[in-house]
């Protein structure tokens, strides 16, 4: 039904939610069920793989990918060189790509396009890069650029994103260019469902764990290996325990749907399903948040979110809006856990991004996130202090976590 589409965008978890700019429209619904499956790709396309705009495109039908609009401070050409000087300093030693050492190579050059591919350091996939370059003014230049992942994708880890930002950031932002450095402005990202547009992911080395491969990284400052060695969630899990009764959340990490603005009476409830669902879901999930700020504006997901176990014995979920396929889900993991004591410790999955106060996971929509949970609603802090513990143990950076005001919480407060 159309109504499932209509609550805002949730308030918990990374995994769980689009950003209310990617919620496919009732008309793209309506027409993927129209085209039946001779014009699914096409339909699917629409659900996952964005505007139309200049991309190389992808033979895989589901996707992740990113475009960016950038105003730079230098002419069109400067900017198209400085690319190529980067590309070319890769064989000649003078430049590296700072996102784990990917490989950039030249495919196309026009008068106003440059066409690139990058694969992993590890070798193991490839993205296609489009930049086209339009004179914004004296000195300035307009670039418009978009990456897309050539393999089956939704989450990214910012990948694309840094594709696009290595070819034109600079000094300002801890870049090192070849032949000319200029400012930049980034007007505009926009990933897809799933995909990252992190910038601190875009600067990191690779690991001897990670064989130069995207998705785990170690701080070019000395800051830790990420995710930690031997990283692990929650062992013996008991899902029906955990999903018993109301959490309610003590601190937590901004994420780009959920502000720190909204950190109030914030809670997360759980129910089995009967039966899985269509897209084989077992969990319905319920996210409650309210705007810090008087007249306190209620955001709750209702019944628009749902959870698959992929791993039950340790802890590992993936949420996603429950019309989504389940392959489109974003990591939900919980990393610690005692019903006795009344807490949790919740991450969108293992965190990845290197920085000097520890390993971070994404601040997107899939693989984001770090929580504190209680099953009361007021606030222990000795209780709170014991899971901080945990997870700067674990090898969080828990400098992300804000507190969340669980007083004068009126109506959402539930006793347990």
Known sequence: PTAALKPPCPTRFAPHCLPRTSLPSTQHLLLVMKLGTSSFAAAACLLFCGAAAKCPGSNALVHAKCEVSVEAQADCGDAMAEMEARVAGIAEGTWHDPHN?????VLGRGKQELSLQRRTGNGKYTDKLTFTFVKASPGKCKIQGCSESQGTSVADYSTNYCNLRMMYCGSAEGCKPVAKNFAIVESSVNPSFGAGKDPKACLAVPTS?????????????????????????????????????????????????????????????????????????????????????????????????CAKV????????????????????GPYWVIAYNEADGYALISGGAPSTSAPGGCRTGEGVNNAGLWIFTRRQQRDEALVQKVRKIAANKGFDISVLNDVDQSDCGSSLLVV
């Not at 050492?101 to 190579?105: A, H, P, S």
């Not at 992929?310 to 889900?329: H, M, N, Q, Y």
């Open 101 to 105: 050492r990917g490989i950039y190579k």
């Open 209 to 305: 764990n990670n064989a130069a491969g995207d998705g785990a990284s170690s701080g070019a400052d000395g800051s830790p290996t990420c995710p930690p060695t031997n990283f692990s969630s929650v062992q013996g899990f008991n899902l029906k325990n955990f999903v018993q009764s109301r959490w309610h959340i003590q601190q937590q990490m901004p994420v780009s749907y959920l502000p720190a603005s909204q950190n109030r009476c914030v809670y997360a409830e759980y129910g089995l399903l009967q039966k899985k669902s269509f897209w084989g879901y077992d969990v319905q999930v319920q996210n409650h948040a309210e705007d810090v700020a008087p007249p306190h504006k209620v955001h709750d997901s209702g019944s628009f979110l």
């Open 310 to 329: 992929v791993d039950e014995a340790t802890g590992k979920l993936a949420v996603a809006p429950c019309f989504l396929p389940s392959f489109a889900a």
